[in-house]
Each structure stands twice: as structure tokens, then as C-alpha cells.
């Protein structure tokens, strides 16, 4: 036990020497590299770590997360019952033969979005979420060093969304730094929005206790690491963007206008996900029909998730995960990555029982929360693009990257999180 226990803490500290070390070897100008910058990142992802995973009442207040999440799950179910009958979780009118196939993704768990984001505009009309967001901008600032609008841009990204969140510093983004264009665009690679974090908790919190907990608490550990990785691979001249203080504005006029507002700025992420699960899953689908008429290897048939895991499995092994287990690991993360997070998650919770210990399962769930995969390349294009028009070709320019550096920063989490396990 002891020797495992070693081995176990050994191998996610490898796994962070080894993605610090491939960053500064990738690095636009290594010399310009902040030791500062990697010291604080790690320090900070750790203190956060640390205090939201081994404090006894942090720790307690996850199962009223979780409880929050069942609550919200019940009302949403109120809601769906009503519009869309027994496609939505109400009573069917006629025997059922197979109950086990009567949920319907798009009707009970999807619908969740619009609730969520209903919820959110509320409480930034409240003023609780811009609290949250300064405190988290101040503690960024005071720990990495970074300035004024990336400092509440990359605060805001732990809540919100990739698009939203650069709205808060829209008057900044056409003349922020290009390091801090970078920085910006990585935290919202490497982090969720709050409008997805209760639909994923549902999704795996039959595999993993205390899912909303855990969820939340890797979109705020990997805030840090997104700053810094972005800062390592295209680093600032100076010590931050600038000092400029931002002012978080309501754009609603009273509660239930924000109620209205959120919710119809949600139906079209709500369309955007069934259309592309639709697509995304007939795809994969696609290729392994494809790569079945291959000679098998194995004993088994070639398919996109096989060849995803054999390609992961290094990585996934270097964050804390077992040899034995790193091939199905890997093809979670290959499927984030090529795919999305919703659709690694999904296949997470559905996983057999046995295939992933526990421990790699908790690891994953941290390692796969942000948003660093090719659709969201192009949702972050048309958004950003179409606040700063002026600076879409550095946006495009630096996609690429910023799905690179949000992929690290998230397998960073999962690391420090391996090393506390």
C-alpha cells in the first residue's frame, strides 16, 4: 500500500513537469517566460485544491450542491411534464414494455439549460454573480499578476460561458495585448459554463458522489492553470495587460426581464447541443463503420475510440491514471477533444461497471471540464470575432493554440487533483 500510494503521487508530478516543460518548449519566446507566473499558477491551483477538496465544511457543502442540483432537476421535470407529456418524464399513455429506454435526452436533461440560464441572469440582475466574479478577479490579480479586463474576463469564465463572459471587457478586447487576447481565449477553453455544470453533475452523479461539487470546483481550479499556460505559451512583455478597473453593468431592467432574457438566450445553445449530438454521434458513427472494414486487431474490430485511447493513454497515464485503465481514459479525453465535454460525460456515466477504478473516474471528471474541442473552436470565432471585428484574424490565428492550452490546463487539474486523492 505504501509503495502504491507513492507511486500514485509520483505520477501526476511527473504528468505537471512534463505539460510545464512541453508549454515552454512550445513557448512564442521562452526567455520572456515568468517563473513567477508557473510558481503562482501551481501554488494557487493547489491552495484552491486543497481548501474546496480537504476542508470539512467545503466539502460538506457539495451534498447541498448536489441537493441543489436534484431540486432544480425536480422543477425542471415540472416544467417538461407539462409541455412535453411522457416525452418529458409524466405518466405514458399506454403500457410501456421497455421502461428502461422511455428517457428522452433532448426533453428531460436538456431542458435543464434553460432553467439554469434563467436562474443565472437572475442573480447577475441580483448582483450576486458580479460579487462572485470581482472576488475571484481580485484573487487572480493579487496571485498571478494579471490586469483589470483579463482579470474579470478569466474570473467570469468560471460561471459563464466563452461568449458571455468576454461581453463583461467588451469595450477592452480591441485594445488588450495580444498575450492577453490569448489569455482570455484559453480560460474559456479550459473552463464550463455555469449553464452546462448542473447538466453534466446530473449526467455522471450516479458514477461519481458529489458531482456538482466536484464539477464546480474544477472550473475554478483550472482558471489558474489556464492563465498560466496561457502566459507560458505566448508570454506578456510586461508584468500584466494593464491596470484598469472594469465595472460590471446589468443590462436588465427588473427581475423577471432578466427571467425572460435568459431564458431565450438559452433555446439557441439549447437547439446548438441536440443539433450537434445529432451530428457528433452519427459521425463517430460514420467512421467506425468505416474502420470495420479494416482487419480487426486484437480480436476486435478498429473503431474511433480505440485509436482515440491508444493516443490518450500516455497522457491520461501521466496525470494519475493506471496503465490498466489509461486506454479507456484516453478515448474519454480523445472524445472531449475531437467531440465535446457533453458527449465524453455521457459516455463517462455510461461506462460498464469495473472498466475505470473510483479514483480515475473522479480524475477524469477534472480532467475533461472545459471546453477545448473544434466546435467550440468556432462558437469562440464568431463571438469574439464579431465583438472585435477588427482583431478576427489574431482571434483565428491563436485558435488552435488556445484549444492546446485549455487541453493542458484541464489535464493539469486532473493532476493536482490525482496528487490529493
Same mark, same amino acid.
Request: with cysteine; glycine share 10%; proline share 5%.
Given at each position: 500500500?505504501?509503495?502504491?500510494?507513492?507511486?500514485?503521487g509520483?505520477?501526476?508530478?511527473?504528468?505537471?513537469?512534463?505539460?510545464?516543460?512541453?508549454?515552454?518548449? /512550445?513557448?512564442?519566446?521562452?526567455?520572456?517566460?515568468?517563473?513567477?507566473?508557473?510558481?503562482?499558477?501551481?501554488? /494557487?491551483?493547489?491552495? /484552491?485544491?486543497?481548501?474546496?477538496?480537504k476542508?470539512?465544511?467545503?466539502?460538506?457543502?457539495?451534498?447541498?450542491?448536489?441537493?441543489?442540483?436534484l431540486?432544480?432537476?425536480?422543477?425542471?421535470?415540472?416544467?417538461t411534464?407539462?409541455?412535453?407529456?411522457?416525452?418529458?418524464?409524466?405518466?405514458?399513455?399506454?403500457?410501456?414494455?421497455?421502461?428502461?429506454?422511455?428517457?428522452?435526452?433532448?426533453?428531460?436533461?436538456?431542458?435543464?439549460?434553460?432553467?439554469?440560464?434563467?436562474?443565472?441572469?437572475?442573480?447577475?440582475?441580483?448582483?450576486?454573480?458580479?460579487?462572485?466574479?470581482?472576488?475571484?478577479?481580485?484573487?487572480?490579480?493579487?496571485?498571478?499578476?494579471?490586469?483589470?479586463?483579463?482579470?474579470?474576463?478569466?474570473?467570469?469564465?468560471?460561471?459563464?460561458?466563452?461568449?458571455?463572459?468576454?461581453?463583461?471587457?467588451?469595450?477592452?478586447?480591441?485594445?488588450?495585448?495580444?498575450?492577453?487576447?490569448?489569455?482570455?481565449?484559453?480560460?474559456?477553453?479550459?473552463?464550463?459554463?455555469?449553464?452546462?455544470?448542473?447538466?453534466?453533475?446530473?449526467?455522471?452523479?450516479?458514477?461519481?458522489?458529489?458531482?456538482?461539487?466536484?464539477?464546480?470546483?474544477?472550473?475554478?481550479?483550472?482558471?489558474?492553470?489556464?492563465?498560466?499556460?496561457?502566459?507560458?505559451?505566448?508570454?506578456?512583455?510586461?508584468?500584466?495587460?494593464?491596470?484598469?478597473?472594469?465595472?460590471?453593468?446589468?443590462?436588465?431592467?427588473?427581475?423577471?426581464?432578466?427571467?425572460?432574457?435568459?431564458?431565450?438566450?438559452?433555446?439557441?445553445?439549447?437547439?446548438?447541443?441536440?443539433?450537434?449530438?445529432?451530428?457528433?454521434?452519427?459521425?463517430?458513427s460514420?467512421?467506425?463503420?468505416l474502420l470495420?472494414?479494416?482487419?480487426?486487431?486484437?480480436?476486435?474490430?478498429?473503431?474511433?475510440?480505440?485509436?482515440?485511447?491508444?493516443?490518450?493513454?500516455?497522457?491520461?497515464?501521466?496525470?494519475?491514471?493506471?496503465?490498466?485503465?489509461?486506454?479507456?481514459?484516453?478515448?474519454?479525453?480523445?472524445?472531449?477533444?475531437?467531440?465535446?465535454?457533453?458527449?465524453?460525460?455521457?459516455?463517462?456515466?455510461?461506462?460498464?461497471?469495473?472498466?475505470?477504478?473510483?479514483?480515475?473516474?473522479?480524475?477524469?471528471?477534472?480532467a475533461?471540464?472545459?471546453?477545448?474541442?473544434?466546435?467550440?473552436?468556432?462558437?469562440?470565432?464568431?463571438?469574439?470575432?464579431?465583438?472585435?471585428p477588427?482583431?478576427?484574424?489574431?482571434?483565428?490565428?491563436?485558435?488552435?493554440?488556445?484549444?492546446?492550452?485549455g487541453?493542458?490546463?484541464?489535464?493539469?487539474?486532473?493532476?493536482?487533483?490525482?496528487?490529493?486523492?
Amino acid at each position: 500500500m505504501a509503495i502504491q500510494s507513492l507511486l500514485n503521487g509520483l505520477q501526476p508530478l511527473l504528468g505537471l513537469g512534463v505539460l510545464i516543460a512541453l508549454a515552454w518548449l /512550445l513557448s512564442e519566446d521562452r526567455r520572456a517566460v515568468r517563473p513567477r507566473l508557473i510558481l503562482a499558477g501551481l501554488g /494557487l491551483q493547489l491552495a /484552491l485544491a486543497l481548501l474546496l477538496l480537504k476542508l470539512p465544511p467545503v466539502r460538506e457543502s457539495f451534498l447541498t450542491l448536489n441537493q441543489m442540483v436534484l431540486s432544480l432537476q425536480e422543477a425542471t421535470q415540472a416544467g417538461t411534464e407539462l409541455v412535453f407529456g411522457y416525452l418529458g418524464g409524466g405518466a405514458a399513455p399506454f403500457e410501456t414494455r421497455y421502461p428502461q429506454n422511455s428517457f428522452v435526452l433532448a426533453f428531460r436533461a436538456l431542458p435543464l439549460i434553460l432553467v439554469i440560464s434563467a436562474l443565472s441572469a437572475l442573480l447577475f440582475h441580483w448582483r450576486v454573480l458580479p460579487v462572485l466574479v470581482r472576488g475571484f478577479a481580485w484573487l487572480l490579480r493579487r496571485t498571478l499578476g494579471t490586469g483589470g479586463p483579463l482579470g474579470l474576463g478569466a474570473a467570469a469564465n468560471v460561471f459563464v460561458g466563452m461568449t458571455e463572459a468576454p461581453l463583461l471587457i467588451r469595450p477592452y478586447l480591441a485594445s488588450m495585448s495580444r498575450p492577453a487576447l490569448f489569455g482570455l481565449m484559453t480560460c474559456g477553453m479550459a473552463t464550463i459554463a455555469g449553464t452546462v455544470m448542473v447538466l453534466y453533475a446530473s449526467f455522471i452523479g450516479g458514477v461519481v458522489p458529489d458531482a456538482m461539487g466536484h464539477i464546480l470546483t474544477a472550473s475554478l481550479i483550472s482558471a489558474p492553470a489556464a492563465l498560466m499556460m496561457a502566459g507560458v505559451l505566448v508570454p506578456e512583455d510586461t508584468h500584466g495587460d494593464d491596470g484598469a478597473t472594469v465595472r460590471i453593468e446589468a443590462q436588465t431592467h427588473s427581475a423577471m426581464d432578466a427571467v425572460t432574457r435568459g431564458t431565450l438566450d438559452a433555446i439557441p445553445l439549447w437547439l446548438n447541443i441536440i443539433a450537434m449530438l445529432v451530428v457528433m454521434v452519427a459521425l463517430v458513427s460514420l467512421a467506425n463503420q468505416l474502420l470495420g472494414l479494416l482487419p480487426t486487431v486484437g480480436g476486435e474490430a478498429l473503431s474511433a475510440q480505440r485509436l482515440l485511447g491508444w493516443l490518450m493513454a500516455p497522457v491520461v497515464w501521466l496525470i494519475g491514471i493506471p496503465w490498466s485503465e489509461a486506454g479507456t481514459a484516453g478515448a474519454l479525453m480523445g472524445v472531449k477533444t475531437v467531440l465535446n465535454e457533453l458527449v465524453a460525460y455521457l459516455q463517462l456515466a455510461n461506462l460498464p461497471e469495473g472498466v475505470l477504478s473510483e479514483r480515475s473516474r473522479l480524475i477524469m471528471t477534472y480532467a475533461l471540464c472545459g471546453f477545448a474541442n473544434l466546435g467550440s473552436l468556432g462558437i469562440m470565432i464568431g463571438g469574439l470575432g464579431a465583438m472585435a471585428p477588427a482583431r478576427r484574424d489574431e482571434i483565428v490565428g491563436l485558435g488552435m493554440k488556445s484549444i492546446l492550452a485549455g487541453t493542458m490546463a484541464t489535464l493539469m487539474t486532473g493532476a493536482i487533483v490525482a496528487l490529493l486523492i
